[in-house]
């Protein structure tokens, strides 16, 4: 050592003398979200899976349990992760694409826009709203929707139809906005609308619901 790295080296080794962090253990890593510092699958799935941006609980239950074909739950579980393939999500993967919603040609395609807050989208959202009479403020995220639309459903009977219509509305538009950014094809906005009525029909029909009777005498109607 140089004469004047001495001094600087007793400073550190007072420092370091002071310090009772060391022990005579092994190193070991600690995962900080347990509070034993372990880590396995289930405390991962807690942490990551089921809880959504912000930290809350997701309501991942509304949407396992929900009377839609299997592959629409999962579809829908993408929708309320934030994890669906729209530009949003292509783009924070590194892709370089030009973001822009196929449906309303106003804005960058995001997922809560896709799926709450486009105008296209709102006119889905006001059909079966106006349908049972219920007014509604639309949140700011997907995840949010779910978890306060189930407490709208009333009585037991219709709650098993009500909790159907995001999953509803969320794939019907997601196929028109594929059918118009892969195969160059645009349905009006009453056949947007018709279409979505009819799957929601079918599918409580095949889940065995029939308290529908509102819904189908507006489906007449059309």
């Not at 080296?9 to 979200?33: M, R, T, Y």
């Not at 509304?62 to 592959?71: A, G, L």
Request: glycine share 6%.
């Amino acid at each position: 050592l140089n004469d004047w790295e001495i001094g600087r080296v007793a400073e550190l080794l007072h420092v370091l003398n002071d310090f009772n962090g060391l022990s005579a253990e092994k190193d070991s890593i600690i995962w900080k979200h347990s509070r034993d510092g372990s880590l396995s699958v289930n405390k991962l799935y807690i942490k990551e899976v089921n809880e959504y941006p912000g930290g809350k609980p997701g309501p991942w239950k509304q949407i396992w349990r929900n009377k839609v074909p299997t592959k629409v739950k999962c579809f829908s579980w993408l929708v309320a992760r934030r994890a669906c393939s729209t530009h949003e999500k292509l783009k924070s993967r590194g892709f370089y694409i030009a973001s822009w919603c196929s449906l309303c040609n106003e804005t960058e395609e995001t997922n809560n826009h896709l799926f709450l807050h486009c105008k296209v989208t709102t006119q889905l959202w006001n059909l079966f709203l106006g349908l049972t009479h219920t007014e509604w403020i639309m949140p700011e995220h997907t995840a949010d929707l779910l978890s306060c639309w189930i407490s709208r459903g009333g009585r037991k009977s219709k709650k098993k139809w009500w909790s159907i219509i995001p999953s509803c509305i969320w794939w019907c538009i997601w196929k028109e906005r594929n059918s118009r950014c892969y195969d160059n094809k645009a349905n009006s906005i009453e056949k947007v609308k018709w279409n979505c009525l009819t799957t929601f029909y079918f599918w409580c029909k095949e889940e065995g619901i029939e308290d529908i009777a509102q819904i189908l005498d507006f489906i007449g109607t059309l």
